[in-house]
């Protein structure tokens, strides 16, 4: 069985940096390709950053790129996306999502609809 488990969410302020971690099991992670997602209430679900599944290629949305730095540990099966310079806009519900679609991963991670696995999501707030 897929199971994505993220952690590492919290409440920092504006500047501070955070590192989330999503958990993978049921799956060899180094076959799929991993995506960090996030939504704030009253906004549309937004592809922040992708991970490829064998060349290691990543993608940043243009709001997070500089800021946001995506990894994974194949031997931990474990995803992370270290976020520094966190602003109040990056207050949202973070998702990761598993997908084993042959696409570039700007493609999978500007649209969601290549994902079929997700966590359950994990809180950021920045806030003063």
């Known amino acids: 069985q897929v199971q994505l488990v993220e952690s590492g969410g919290g409440s920092v302020q504006p500047g501070g940096s955070l590192r989330l971690s999503c958990t993978t099991s049921?799956?060899?992670?180094?076959?799929?390709?991993i995506g960090w997602f996030r939504q704030a209430p009253g906004k549309a679900r937004e592809g922040v950053s992708c991970?490829?599944?064998?060349?290691?290629?990543?993608y940043y949305s243009d709001s997070v790129s500089g800021r946001f730095t995506i990894s994974k540990d194949v031997g931990k099966s474990t995803v992370y996306l270290q976020m520094n310079g966190l602003e109040s806009e990056d207050t949202a519900v973070y998702y990761c999502?598993?997908?084993?679609?042959?696409?570039?991963?700007?493609?999978?991670?500007?649209?969601?609809?290549?994902?079929?696995?997700w966590g359950q999501g994990t809180q950021v707030t920045v806030s003063p």
């Open positions: 991970i490829g599944m064998s060349d290691d290629s990543t």
């Open positions: 049921g799956f060899i992670l180094g076959y799929y390709a």
């Open positions: 999502a598993a997908t084993r679609e042959m696409t570039t991963v700007e493609n999978m991670c500007v649209t969601s609809k290549f994902f079929g696995a």
